[in-house]
């Protein structure tokens, strides 16, 4: 090899060696010089000092924030919001104005920027020294010399401001809006936001507030128009009906049909009163609680001789309303699927009825059985769980009485179960319902006739003798006693019940007011009294596989039971975006009079995405019981806790959405035999879970992913499940809306 060809091959081979890392190097430099360009964002906002602001009330009113994606993953994030100091700098002085308006005049606001180029993140420390609040000192009011000494006293006293309260604005509004509220119940329909003069004196720390009311006169209701327009077209004279009552004159465009109640009952204020704000908003709500409009306005047209003339608008919704639904869930173990069609007409006969016929089918998308147990392959049928229901139900409001209405509801179901039985059941059922005040509702079914019957597939009677005979003290190697239960639960049975429902809410109080929102449900039902007067006193023929001692009434078995179930739950907003919540089930049955069991359709069940999600639905209990199959014929004994952390930490197309942590405990039990309530079992057999679910919230509420893990479970020889804990034993429930 000559010198020159050597020389040509080092110079080959070293820009093959070098090469990369010059690459490298200039990448880097690329990247660098890149990354120098990036903007600075906001990783971390501290906020020490405060105490009478809280930190999410400050982050509220902040422009600056950081990025908040699902898990920090950077999922759902939204675009990256980069680090403005100009806007930081508002930010501070919005804290200091925020302080001010809580009556702290003298707040310092301390801040440091930490700037990590590296990473080209920015951490701000912001440091509060709120000093002493301002407090009110005295408190006057003037211009009430005009209105009776008892209602000038009755409205000072209702002041929400008092002596030594730290002085803020909120208050100050609070109270304006107080006087307005107040004196608009006593005919001062014209008094307005303009009317109030407020004067605040401050001194070092203490604060004088003076009130001016410039109140006008009194005035009383004249005559009142109401114009129900043409939701189609524009409102035509020629297709107008028109009628007078009581000083009220009534307009309907569109040849629409309704009757004259909905009008005359509906409108809660009279010609010749005077004037009352709560009777305008009642008003409102009787017209808006007949679901027959959509806008609905009260407009003062014109005031004359100290008489105001209103006008009552309102604007149909569509009578007709046809609505699709789709249905997903995992209740059966894999994928169940189907879908939901519902038509409602909004005002059949003219008064606010409404009608409604639904069509509801869904099946699980596998023959996959996980009841069955060890039974072979070929000893059962591989059946398609399925559930079919169409319904019909008319409701009859009540004109005469506000909130009040009769439902009429008609019924028929058929279903293959995992157990493997076929459902049928055909139900009638009549209600009345009442509000008893804004936050509280009964509802009584005073009729309700319902025919159930049951089938079985082949391999029931196998399943029957292997898993569920022990739990009802059957012997399963005696062949009487196992096709005495097996008729028994295969008999055709009609039950005759009623029910009283009772339903508490807080949810649509004032959200100023409203720390806890609180739902309370209450039910007891009672099951075949007037059957046994049929069996009594009517029907005293012999009918073919019946005694005297079995409830029967013309050859049909029916069934007689009190039943008792409750329900507790509370969702308490720590912040904007965090809640915890709660719930406490507690449910008891028992049968009376000739029926020695109770009807398993009518029983309680354990586990599932709305009640303990350590279990799929329905397969936990009674007890200790460790049969899936014992546990879908329910119990008669429920108890049942839940908790559950909720947190709000991204958005998904728009809806805030986060991670629930949650917790479970309860199960089921028989009155007697070897899973039965007591002390002892209470203590051994419960249920225990905790996990964590995905909610995704949608206009239709949350979807829910829930992923949880048996901590106690009672149907294994050694219960507690923490030593042997996989994160890969979890069991997984889907629903839409919160588990409570």
């Known amino acids: 090899m000559t010198p020159r060809f050597k020389a040509a091959w080092i110079i080959i081979l070293a820009s093959i060696l070098f090469a990369p890392d010059a690459l490298r190097a200039k990448n880097g430099a690329s990247a660098s010089a890149e990354k120098a360009l990036m903007p600075f964002t906001v990783s971390k906002i501290s906020i020490r000092g405060n105490k009478a602001v809280t930190t999410d009330e400050i982050r509220s009113i902040m422009l600056t924030s950081t990025s908040s994606s699902f898990l920090g993953t950077g999922l759902f994030g939204g675009a990256v919001r980069p680090f403005i100091p100009e806007d930081f700098e508002k930010d501070i002085g919005l804290i200091k104005k925020l302080y001010t ?3 702290y005049f003298s707040t310092a606001v301390d801040t440091t920027i930490v700037r990590r180029s ?9 440091r509060i020294n709120e000093n002493q609040p301002s407090r009110i000192d005295t408190l006057t009011y003037a211009g009430l010399d005009s209105i009776p000494a008892g209602l000038r006293t009755r409205y000072i006293s209702r002041s929400r401001i008092k002596a030594r309260d730290v002085f803020s604005v909120e208050k100050l509004i609070q109270e304006r809006d107080r006087s307005l509220e107040f004196f608009r119940e006593y005919g001062f329909a014209l008094f307005h936001p303009d009317s109030i003069r407020i004067k605040v004196d401050t001194v070092g720390l203490n604060a004088g507030i003076h009130y001016r009311l410039n109140l006008p006169g009194k005035v009383s209701y004249g005559p009142i128009n109401v114009v129900v327009h043409d939701p189609v077209k524009k409102d035509d004279d020629k297709t107008a009906r028109k009628f007078m009552r009581d000083n009220m004159s009534v307009t309907i465009y569109g040849r629409q049909r ?3 109640d909905i009008f005359t009952h509906s409108v809660a204020y009279k010609p010749g009163r005077l004037t009352k704000h709560s009777l305008e908003q009642r008003t409102l709500q009787n017209f808006g609680a007949t679901n ?13 001789a100290g008489t105001l003339y209103t006008s009552i608008h309102l604007t149909p919704s569509p009578k007709h309303l046809i609505e699709p639904k789709l249905l997903l869930d995992n209740r059966y173990g894999p994928l169940f699927v189907g879908s939901a069609l519902a038509y409602e007409n909004r005002n059949l006969f003219g008064g606010a009825e409404q009608f409604r016929l639904s069509a509801e089918y869904g099946t699980q998308t596998t023959t996959k059985n996980s009841l069955v147990g060890t039974m072979n392959e070929s000893q059962y049928d591989h059946a398609r769980m399925y559930d079919m229901s169409i319904k019909g139900n008319l409701v009859m409001p009540i004109l005469k009485r506000e909130g009040a209405a009769l439902t009429t509801t008609a019924e028929y179901s058929q279903s293959t179960l995992p157990v493997l039985l076929k459902s049928r059941k055909e139900l009638v059922r009549a209600s009345y319902s009442a509000r008893l005040n804004k936050s509280s509702r009964i509802n009584f079914d005073f009729f309700e006739i319902e025919i159930a019957q049951k089938d079985s597939l082949r391999g029931f009677r196998q399943l029957f003798k292997s898993q569920l005979a022990r739990n009802i003290s059957i012997d399963p190697n005696n062949e009487t006693a196992v096709n005495n239960g097996i008729d028994s639960l295969l008999q055709k049975r009609i039950n005759q019940t009623f029910r009283l429902k009772y339903n508490y809410s807080n949810r649509n109080a004032p959200s100023i007011s409203r720390k806890t929102t609180w739902n309370i449900a209450a039910m007891a039902e009672e099951s075949g009294s007037l059957f046994w007067l049929i069996d009594k ?3 005293k023929s012999n009918h073919t596989g019946f005694t005297d001692a079995d409830p029967q009434i013309f050859g049909t078995a029916y069934s007689q039971y009190y039943k008792f179930d409750t329900q507790f739950a509370f969702a308490k907003d720590l912040s904007p975006d965090r809640q915890f919540a709660g719930r406490l089930s507690l449910g008891w049955m028992s049968p009376y009079g000739k029926s020695n069991s109770t009807p398993e359709d009518r029983r309680f069940y354990a586990g599932g995405s709305n009640s303990m999600r350590g279990w799929l639905f329905n397969t936990l209990g009674p007890g200790s019981s460790s049969s ?11 108890l049942e806790l839940g908790m559950e952390y909720r947190m709000k930490l991204f958005k998904f197309l728009g809806q805030p959405s986060g991670i629930t942590l949650f917790t479970d405990i309860g199960n089921i039990w028989d009155h007697n035999g070897p899973y039965a309530l007591t002390l002892a079992s209470l203590k051994r057999d419960f249920a225990w879970d905790a996990g964590a679910g995905l909610r995704v919230d949608s206009p ?3 979807f ?3 992923f949880a893990w048996k901590l106690h479970d009672p149907a294994e020889p050694n219960p507690w499940q923490i030593s042997n804990w996989n994160l890969k034993d979890v069991t997984f429930n889907f629903g839409i809306g919160e588990a409570f």
């Not at 590296?118 to 912001?126: G, P, Q």
């Not at 899936?628 to 429920?638: H, L, R, T, V």
């Open 537 to 539: 006193f009517v029907d």
């Open 101 to 103: 308006f809580k009556g």
């Open 704 to 706: 829910r992913f829930d």
């Open 118 to 126: 590296d990473r080209r993140k920015v951490e701000l420390f912001i």
């Open 628 to 638: 899936k199959a014992a546990s879908n014929f329910g119990a008669d004994i429920k």
């Open 258 to 260: 309704m009757v004259n």
């Open 700 to 702: 239709i509420g949350p």
């Open 292 to 304: 027959l409009f959509s806008s609905i306005s009260i407009e003062n047209d014109s005031l004359k």
